[in-house]
């Protein structure tokens, strides 16, 4: 009696579970739907946007504003075009980027767009401390003004301080202002720095000096012998890209045979603005059995020899 009540049980559950699966959405009719959807969608965003092609019209137009740096007929013709079709528009949107675009009229005075009156220019805050003057300096100078700040002296003692900071931007600045007071000052500390980034920003401020000055107080071999590998790197790049710099032929030559290094890729690369052709012998005689490194710089360097 007890097994058959069991075997019933048995059966009502199995029924219980069968009408619940049955109840369950069938997986893929309910993808139908959701793929329908999604190709409905990729459709959508393939089809082309209507207002694309006068969106493109209006940034051509500002683009094309942009090169005009300096009065000229084309300009007149260009900007007397803007005009004409910004006095035709109706459209609100159109007229504003015409409005963005006729900003760049070099023939008219700047003017900001959100009002009538021409943009102001306020002088800087007058400063005292050594860091505001610094400042003040660079920014005359990226504004294209005479700095008034910090003399050329008042420069040339700051870039001489103990300080590395006020030292590296006070000759930085020294370099804008007056060149041939800040090109000695350049190669002695090249001479005498020892920290990598250091003697990178030294190099570049070298590489920015006028060909006219960047020879004054130009160092031997010699002076920078004792410092750190990079110094003297830094000091046959320089060679390499001023031709005004004459450099020791026997000092050159005798680095093209040491490591592979920074300092013998220098050497190497400086080879076409330090020897000629006349030369051509000792310098395939030093190329003998160079490293994988140095090897191509090596070719490349003989190749360019006048």
């Known amino acids: 009696m007890k097994s058959r009540h069991f075997f019933l049980f048995l059966a009502v559950a199995s029924l219980g579970v069968v009408a619940r699966a049955e109840d369950k959405p069938a997986p893929k009719a309910a993808a139908k739907p959701a793929a329908a959807k999604a190709k409905a969608t990729a459709a959508k965003a393939n089809e082309a946007d209507a207002n694309e092609p006068r969106v493109k019209a ?5 683009n094309t504003s942009r090169q005009f740096a300096n009065p000229s007929p084309e300009a007149a013709a260009w900007f007397g075009k803007l005009r004409a079709q910004r006095a035709a528009s109706k459209d609100a949107e159109e007229q504003a980027a015409l409005d963005v675009a006729l900003q ?5 005075p700047p003017s900001s767009s959100l009002g009538k009156e021409p943009l102001k220019n306020y002088p800087a805050p007058e400063v005292s401390s050594t860091l505001g ?9 990226d504004l294209g003004q005479k700095p008034t ?5 008042e420069l040339t003692q700051l870039a001489n301080g103990q300080d590395a900071d006020f030292a590296a931007r006070s000759l930085r600045l020294l370099r804008r202002v007056d060149a041939a007071a800040a090109a000695p000052l350049l190669w002695k500390r090249l001479a005498v720095a020892s ?5 990178k920003q030294i190099e570049d401020e070298i590489m920015r000096l006028p060909v006219a000055q960047v020879s004054q107080g130009f160092p031997t071999f010699t002076e920078i012998e004792k410092g750190p590998l990079a110094a003297k790197a830094a000091w046959v790049r320089v060679i390499a890209v001023r031709p005004t710099l004459k450099a020791d032929k026997a000092v050159i030559l005798g680095l093209l045979k040491g490591p592979a290094n ?8 400086a080879v076409p603005a330090v020897f000629n052709t006349a030369d051509k012998a000792k310098l395939e005689e030093a ?15 003989l190749a360019l020899l006048k």
């Open 287 to 301: 190329s003998k059995g160079l490293s994988e490194r140095l090897a191509p710089r090596a070719k490349a360097a």
């Open 195 to 199: 920290q990598r980034s250091e003697l």
């Open 104 to 108: 760049f009229d070099p023939a008219v």
């Open 149 to 153: 700040a910090l003399s050329v002296a």
């Open 58 to 62: 209006m940034q051509e137009a500002i």
């Open 133 to 141: 003057k610094l400042a003040a300096t660079e920014r005359a100078l």
């Open 262 to 269: 920074e300092l013998t890729e220098a050497a190497w690369d």
